[in-house]
Structures are given as C-alpha cells and as structure tokens.
C-alpha cells in the first residue's frame, strides 16, 4: 500500500519560499509509469492542481503558478519536493501531494494522497 | 482551460436516499477523463470514479458515474450515514487537470 506523507514549515513569511516535502512509502517512487504531484486547497475553497514531476525529472505546473513553482525528485530518498517562491497570503492553503495514475502521455487522476499539510503566510 | 461547474452546490438527503450530483465542463473532456472524488472533514480527498464510470478500488457499487462530452453525474444509489461529505469532479483530459468547486452532501 503507497502511502504518502507532506512535511515542512507550517508557517512563512510574505515574499518568502515556501518548500515542502513528499516521502512516498510501500513502494519505490521510480516503479510503474507514475506521476508525482502537488495539489493545494485554501480553507474552506476548492483544489487546485500546482504541478507534477516524473521521476525522470520532467515536470509540468499549473499556468496560473509556473513563475513561481519548482518541483524535483530525489529518488534516493524516494521522495519529491514543492518550492513555491514569492507566497503571499493567498497562497495559505493545505498542500498535498498525490500519486497521479493514467497515461503516461496525458494528464491525471489522483489514486493516493497525503494526508495534507497547512502552510499559513503571515508576517 | 476546462472550467468544471457542479451542481447542486448542497444536496440535504435522508440515509436511504438515491444522490445524483452533476459536473458540467465548458469544453468536452477528451476521452471521457473525468474522475470524482469524496472529501471528509480533515482528510485528504479520495479517489472514487475514474475514467467517467470506472470505480476505484475498494468503492462500494452504490457509487456509480456516467456521461461523456461535456455532461457528467455521480450517483450514490442509497446513501450511507459515511457517504455525507464534499465530492468533487476533476478532469484530466488537458491541461491543466482541473477541479469542480464540490457538492456537499448533507444530512436532511
């Protein structure tokens, strides 16, 4: 069973980089054709989709956040990495990361997520 | 970009009771990719459907989903007093894969 589990600051400054961590368990995050994504919800609101990365390297982000978003992969660790750069208060939100399944040439549903994490932007 | 509207926003139903949520999409969703997904108060969000009909694994066959083109439904044949919670539709058809705003379910 994959299990996923997102750690970092809880708390950032404005202007700051946000940088979180994914550390995927029961499997090894290079087997089977999938992809590795963050996905974020504002408080009482809805999803949104930040970005995603093969373990290849090879990432894709959201138009609305690719100025600002990096995410890597260090397969050693078995683990991915979200730095969001530039945060401001709207970017407060619970961050999680997802296992993306379908083909490996399209987009992606989400079969196993982190239980979430909450990263406040405030001075 | 595929903007997903969904409908009712809250649907108040008895356990027992027949849910029909709807996701409409403003382009047609390429090769029926279409997923929905539950949410529980402080809990990750859980893969139901995907595929527009195809149920994940471990989903109770009270969860159906259907539709094609731009016009998709959920159905709960008969709710269960675990089945009140948030759902959402996400397409994954193009970029970028995106959420509807969510039905809540709710207990009448």
């Known amino acids: 069973q994959v299990q996923l589990q997102e750690s970092g600051p809880g708390l950032v400054k404005p202007s700051q980089t946000l940088s979180l961590t994914c550390t995927v368990s029961?499997?090894?995050?290079?087997?089977?054709?999938?992809?590795w994504s963050w996905i974020r919800q504002p408080a009482g609101k809805g999803l949104e989709w930040i970005g995603r990365?093969?373990?290849?390297?090879?990432?894709n982000y959201n138009p609305s956040l690719k100025s600002r978003v990096t995410i890597s992969v260090d397969t050693s660790k078995n683990q991915f990495s979200l730095k969001l750069s530039s945060v401001t208060a709207a970017d407060t939100a619970v961050y999680y990361c997802?296992?993306?399944?379908?083909?490996?040439?399209?987009?992606?549903?989400?079969?196993?997520w982190g239980q979430g994490t909450l990263v406040t932007v405030s001075s | 970009e595929i903007v997903l509207t969904q409908s009712p926003g809250t649907l108040s139903l008895s356990p027992g009771e027949r849910a029909t949520l709807s996701c409409r999409a403003s382009?047609?969703?390429?090769?029926?990719?279409l997923a929905w997904y539950q949410q529980k108060p402080g809990q990750a969000p859980r893969l139901l459907i995907y595929?527009?009909?195809s149920r994940a694994t471990g989903i109770p066959d009270r969860f159906s989903g259907s539709g094609s083109g731009t016009d998709f439904t959920l159905t709960i044949s008969r709710l269960e007093p675990e089945d009140f919670a948030v759902y959402y539709c996400?397409?994954?058809?193009?970029?970028?894969?995106?959420f509807g705003q969510g039905t809540k379910v709710e207990i009448k």
């Open positions: 029961g499997g090894s995050i290079s087997s089977g054709s999938y992809y």
């Open positions: 595929g527009a009909s």
């Open positions: 996400q397409q994954y058809g193009s970029s970028p894969p995106a």
């Open positions: 997802a296992r993306g399944s379908g083909s490996y040439y399209g987009w992606n549903y989400f079969d196993y």
């Open positions: 990365i093969y373990t290849s390297g090879s990432t």
């Open positions: 382009q047609s969703v390429s090769s029926s990719y």
